[in-house]
């Protein structure tokens, strides 16, 4: 078999689909090239009106699943061609999926995506539905990635806290004994995202310039933060089925009062902070170092408000640790299908909450 994998990783802030090419071959894995496709405009709309119940979902979900594999098989094809590599080379292709449900407290998690096409598309193994086994062992089959941390970034000398910041924000807690925790603790860049898009029409806040040409409005933090998935103890997961535009709105008008737009984007970059800060010194154990990983970790206003509000420990980059913050994602699910590829469990029951280790996956022959 061989040691390449490609993982490809599409989340929830539905900018578009990373992959990247790793060889396992070695002690330690291999990034030996990356890719990325965008989604059109119009693609995701199609995967926000997923997000809540609507008329004939059960067609446009399999249509949109249809679209996804296509895009998919894209963006491997441009990553095999930049590393000048065969398909047949490939052992399997890993594939997140992109969620439109998470509900494991009702015993389901959905990602779309028609895995059973992108086989037929790219002539390679596809392994998919990397969460439903956790679920079904009564964890949350989220965060996954915290087990590949543990594989990639732990240090015997230092307790470290990688913080992924995608649409949603997640904490991975690394003791240097050995302990491995981790959990979502709220919305990373999805709201942010969002509120650009109704008012300036930009997919995102590009470095963060809107949200710092705005002022915090306390009573709309305290408002947000009273919201109870911030206390709640983990294990626990969460995702647009609570952190939505939709939410954000209706707490808007509860406050009672208007703001200006850059304001509330403030208030939005400030609970993100907030919430990462917070949960890591109420859940985890002491780290003096963080990791920043995912697309929010290139947001300068955010990276300044975190560091306001936890100035006594050092604030880095994965890309300090031989990872770049845009890869990390992508290859935890490569990981996750060269695990799946040696019956391996994968998941931390630590972190998941499942009753056991489990195989996470299933594999779509090519």
Sequence with gaps: MSAYFIGLMSGTSLDGVDAVLVDFSGPRFRVCGEAFVDYPAALREDILALQTPAHNELDRSAQLANQLAQRYAQVVQQLLAHCQLDASAVSAIACHGQTIRHAPERGYTLQLGNLALLAELTGIDVIGDLRSRDVAAG????????????????????????????????????????????????PGNMLLDAWI??????????????????????????????????????????????????WLQAQ?????????????????????????????????????AVYLCGGGARNRDLRQRLQQRWPQVGWHLTDELGLPLQQVEATAFAWLGYCFSRRQGANLPAVTGASGRRVLGALYPA
């Design 197 to 246: 898009k109704l008012h300036c029409g930009q997919p995102y806040d590009a470095d963060g310039a809107w949200s710092a040409s705005g002022s915090v409005h306390p009573r709309l933090l305290q408002q947000l933060l009273a919201t109870a998935y911030f206390d709640a103890p983990p294990p626990k997961s969460t995702g647009r089925d609570l952190f939505d535009l939709a």
């Design 139 to 186: 964890g949350q089959g989220a965060p996954l990635v915290p087990a590949f941390h543990a594989h990639a970034f732990h240090d015997a000398s230092v307790n470290r806290l990688i913080v992924n910041i995608g649409g949603i924000a997640n904490l991975t807690y690394l003791g240097r004994d050995g302990a491995v925790s981790g959990f979502d603790s709220g």
């Design 252 to 288: 808007l008008h509860a406050l009672g009062e208007p703001l200006r737009p850059a304001d509330v984007q403030a208030t939005l970059a400030e609970l993100v902070a907030h919430s990462i800060v917070n949960a890591a010194q109420q859940f985890l154990p002491a780290v003096s």
